[in-house]
């Protein structure tokens, strides 16, 4: 059976409207994979910068799947908070990027969107705060229902991974 | 029949803590220290440190510690990769010993030269309370153990403020990981032209 290592940090995020940042991560695979040792899914601690715009995690990843086939390759979704003074909770972006595929080093920006809701919820999120939030994280990393979904873009969250294959080229496959 | 057949792979790490970058702070020195999995351990080498203290000088805002690190790891499994966690302390206005931040990354992955410039966070009181007897006290919050910041699990309560950078470089060699197995880079065997089997997956 082949193995995957992925060894790495989400290291920040940036480009968001405020500063007090956390993330909600998880990685999700096909059904051929199965998590030999690590945690699939996580939450950083929130960070309030001093200086400059990006708020930085430094959240360690460390995962070791091993898998029978090469679908469902894993993906990485997240999901951006921000805490504001009071300790609430706004969401700030939805973001995922699949874990790359070729041994080495990689640094990756994973690119985020909010969605949108109409102008009413819109003149009511400028005051109070909130916003429509996806029912359920799914939707994030898959295609399959996004058809009516009215987004807006959001900043960037920056990783860096190391990727270890071992045993793929026994199988035959190239990467 | 093999002659070699290596249970385990070496990971052998040359390199120096070089330099900080705190906007706000001075006279500061660091500790460091290695954390990782089970399957990993030092053979050779120093896995923890105190450096000098370094101040910035005249018109230089740079702080230099070029504090040499040198560690050499055996495994058998790359998970658990060793992370270096570093500490900086600092004094405060009144002359006590004070945690300017905190910060990890793993050791590079791929045999070559690598510089790292990691943020260094401090954990961040809870109330403005705290935070002006924490500053009258000359005792700020701090993890008990900084092996917690090479950790993903409970940090999700916590609240930090990143005030600061360290720059390292490593030069990393590796010896057996290909041997047993391991891909670390995308070079394509099929360029070498060495015969190779397929099975059914």
């Not at chain 1, 979704?77 to 700030?92: E, K, N």
């Not at chain 2, 004070?98 to 793993?106: E, P």
Request: aromatic content about 12%; charged content about 15%.
């Amino acid at each position: 059976m082949a193995e995957l290592h992925i060894i790495g940090q989400i290291i920040g995020a940036t480009g968001f409207p405020q500063n007090s940042l956390f993330c909600k991560w998880g990685v999700h695979t096909g059904g051929a994979w199965r998590l030999l040792s690590g945690l699939k899914e996580g939450q950083t601690q929130v960070d309030m910068p001093q200086t400059g715009d990006m708020a930085y995690w430094s959240h360690p990843i460390d995962l070791h799947y091993t898998t029978k086939g090469l679908q469902g390759w894993p993906k990485l979704h997240l999901q951006v908070w921000h805490q504001d003074s009071f300790g609430r909770c706004q969401l700030y972006g939805y973001g995922y990027i699949h874990i790359p595929s070729s041994p080495g080093q990689h640094r990756l920006q994973c690119v985020t969107w909010r969605p949108l809701g109409s102008w009413q919820d819109q003149l009511s999120e400028m005051f109070v705060g909130g916003g429509p939030q996806l029912r359920s994280p799914d939707l994030i990393y898959s295609g399959a229902d996004r058809y009516r979904l009215h987004t807006v873009g959001m900043g960037t969250v920056e990783l860096e991974l190391c990727i270890f294959l071992r045993h793929f080229d026994r199988y035959g496959v190239e990467s | 029949m093999t002659s070699n057949n290596p249970a385990v792979f070496l990971l052998m790490v040359n390199g120096q803590i070089e330099a900080a970058d705190f906007p706000e702070y001075d006279d500061l020195y660091c500790k460091y220290c290695f954390v990782y999995g089970h399957d990993w351990a030092p053979t050779s080498g120093l896995e923890e440190g105190i450096s000098q203290i370094t101040s910035k000088g005249g018109g230089s805002q740079s702080l230099v510690w070029n504090f040499p690190l040198d560690i050499t790891f055996k495994s058998t499994n790359p998970f658990g990769w060793p992370q270096i966690v570093v500490s900086v302390y600092g004094p405060d206005t009144f002359g006590n010993d004070v945690v300017r931040g905190y910060g990890a990354v793993h050791i590079p992955f791929t045999p070559g030269k690598h510089t790292k410039t990691i943020p260094m966070f401090v954990p961040e009181s809870t109330s403005r309370l705290q935070r002006f007897t924490s500053w009258l006290m000359g005792r700020h919050p701090e993890y008990t153990d900084p092996k917690v910041v090479a950790q993903g699990e409970g940090r999700e309560v916590t609240r930090v403020r990143s005030q600061g950078f360290v720059t390292l470089q490593f030069n990393i060699v590796t010896k057996d990981m290909k041997k047993l197995g391991y891909e670390t880079t995308s070079e394509h065997s099929a360029a070498t032209g060495l015969p190779r089997t397929s099975q059914q997956l």
